[in-house]
């Protein structure tokens, strides 16, 4: 498993409530996979694109990313975002093969 390049130890809280509200959240946090599906999260472990989320924002809830196709994809805007950042365009679409920043 590689290091996340969405956060870091010394930001382990979560991703969304501190994009949303500026708020630090530590407690109770969860790993998610910003990509997803099997083929998917094991790439995200590879590349680290992963991060933290609250329960709230992981799978309960009306915002929790695995039920909210918006906050989902924004996730996935971001990771794309962080990786074209180290890595380029180019190697996404090789690996990832699908642009999700429109």
Known sequence: MAMSIIQTKATKECFLC?????????KNLEKHH???G???RRL??????????CPQHHRE???AVHNNKA??????QVAQGRFEKLYG??????????????
Do not use: Q, S
Request: aromatic share 18%; no cysteine.
């Open 18 to 26: 501190r994009f949303e509200k500026n708020i630090e959240n530590t």
């Open 34 to 36: 910003f990509m997803h």
């Open 38 to 40: 099997t083929a998917n």
């Open 44 to 53: 995200a472990e590879r590349w680290g694109l992963w991060g933290y989320l």
């Open 61 to 63: 809830g009306p915002e």
């Open 71 to 76: 906050n989902d994809l924004f996730l996935m």
């Open 89 to 102: 365009h180019e190697k996404w679409m090789e690996i990832f093969g699908k642009n999700y920043i429109i």
